[in-house]
């Protein structure tokens, strides 16, 4: 159609296009950003829809792919961070270790998390040392990390052959059971026992002490010269 100049009538034509558009024709759709080159996941609301709507059955699995990538990100270190195994290569104390893990370089510095060993200046204290040493120094243990204490140290579970070492040291006599603002400690049951069978530390004439009332009332041992950092 042309006005009455001869010219043609633009504003058909701008309807027709605006018709066609509207219907799907020539219009870009709106894309997700997993079909771009520089695919990250979907956060705007535009992408949302994007998503569940849907190009091709390929943008589906790509963006299927990218969600799986970041989920293994995210969480795969933090399961391995928790969960791993090493060889053991100091012992500091009675409660202490540095343990190398087989998937890295460093010997990470330990603390046996539930119990408390006599002070090495403490009664005790020495033999409790040399029992943590001759039990693992050496040995392949497997290493459950927690948290970390006051000082730095990574508060762990440690097993050795399938045992749990926090309970034999306190079995044994070697340790006590921590407890919390009054709570039952982890292992209260292994120190009944090793009082009761008058073990390690419980042979000894008391009253006795513990670690934490021995620091309260003598302050920190001194720590021993091994050029060992810690």
Not at 37 to 63: H, K, N, W, Y
Not at 115 to 139: I, N, T, V
Not at 170 to 191: I, K, L, N, P
């Amino acid at each position: 159609m042309v006005d009455r100049d001869g010219a043609p009538d633009d504003r058909r034509s701008s309807q027709n296009a605006e018709s066609h558009a509207g219907h799907g024709g020539d219009a870009s759709p709106l894309r997700c950003c997993c079909n771009s080159e520089d695919a990250t996941v979907a956060t705007s609301p535009a992408d949302i829809a994007c998503f569940f709507a849907g190009q091709t059955l390929m943008s589906f699995f790509r963006c299927a792919a990218c969600l799986s990538m970041l989920l293994c990100l995210l969480l795969t270190p933090a399961h391995a961070a928790r969960l791993w195994a090493g060889r053991v290569t100091h012992v500091t104390d009675g409660d202490t270790l540095w343990v190398q893990a087989f998937a890295g370089v460093e010997a990470h510095k330990l603390r046996l998390e539930g119990l408390d060993a006599p002070e090495a200046c403490q009664a005790w204290g020495p033999q409790a040392h040399a029992a943590l040493r001759s039990l693992l120094l050496g040995q392949v243990v497997q290493v459950r990390t927690l948290n970390r204490d006051a000082y730095g140290r990574r508060l762990s579970q440690v097993q050795y052959q399938g045992q749990d070492v926090g309970d034999w040291l306190v079995r044994q006599g070697h340790a006590w059971s921590s407890r919390f603002q009054g709570r039952s400690g982890r292992y209260d049951a292994a120190q009944q026992q090793a009082q009761l069978l008058r073990k390690g530390l419980f042979s000894q004439p008391g009253p006795w002490l513990t670690p934490r009332q021995f620091r309260q009332r003598y302050g920190a041992c001194r720590p021993p010269q091994t050029g060992h950092p810690g």
